[in-house]
């Protein structure tokens, strides 16, 4: 049986469509919250599958949260060992600081539906599901990061150059959130409302954009992992 452990930082942000797919492949999920857990205790060898979610925390918040180190060492062994390994948002900014990149906050946040601008090599992935012609990408970040070396560059947006990259034949780091579900990003709405509010963003308009765009990504998002699941063999 093949065994998927997903790193959760925040109770709403999780797998999403991606829990979906890996069910319907025979995949077993498993959530680890981590901010609780103890992460020394995971064994990399055991794990066919990593997928590292998202949050309103920065990789730089280590000082705060202590467990931040802890899991930024897992990743960097699944790294160094080459395993499948998946990251969201926070999960990307984690895979790239393991790489050795730095992050650091963006001009302006980018919270909303944008669509993404994918490179030459984005052609023959998993990630022509993403581009522009096909969905509008959901987005909810502050933070950026520099590409890893080694890395290669996949899809970028307007505001933010690098939403996707590779790295390796089984890792990969994305900056925006294709996996969400639309009926809940409500959650999403009432958890991050004072996020929201200070950025003068609308929730009636975010929900009929949400309504709008959602369902297409949805579909778009299943293609997308499942041949990124076939790719790296699981």
Known sequence: MKTAIALRHLAFEDAGILGSVL???GITLFYVDVATADLSQLDNAKIDLLLILGGPISVNDGALFPFIAS?????QQRLELGLPTLGLCLGAQLIAKALGA??????????????LRLSS????????????????????????FDLPAGATLLASSDRYENQIFSWGEKVMAVQCHPEV????LEHWFVGH???????????MALRE????YGPKLEQQTRLFFTDWLESIGL
């Open 23 to 25: 069910m319907e492949r």
């Open 71 to 75: 899991e930024l060492a897992l990743v």
């Open 102 to 115: 730095n992050i650091y906050p963006g001009k302006q946040a980018e919270i909303g539906w944008y669509p």
């Open 121 to 144: 090599s984005a052609q023959h992935s998993p990630v022509k599901h993403l581009s522009s012609a096909m969905t509008t990408m959901f987005h909810w970040h502050g933070e950026t």
């Open 181 to 184: 579900f639309t009926a809940s």
């Open 193 to 203: 409302i004072c996020e929201l509010s200070k950025s003068g963003i609308s929730v």
């Open 209 to 212: 954009a949400s309504t709008q």
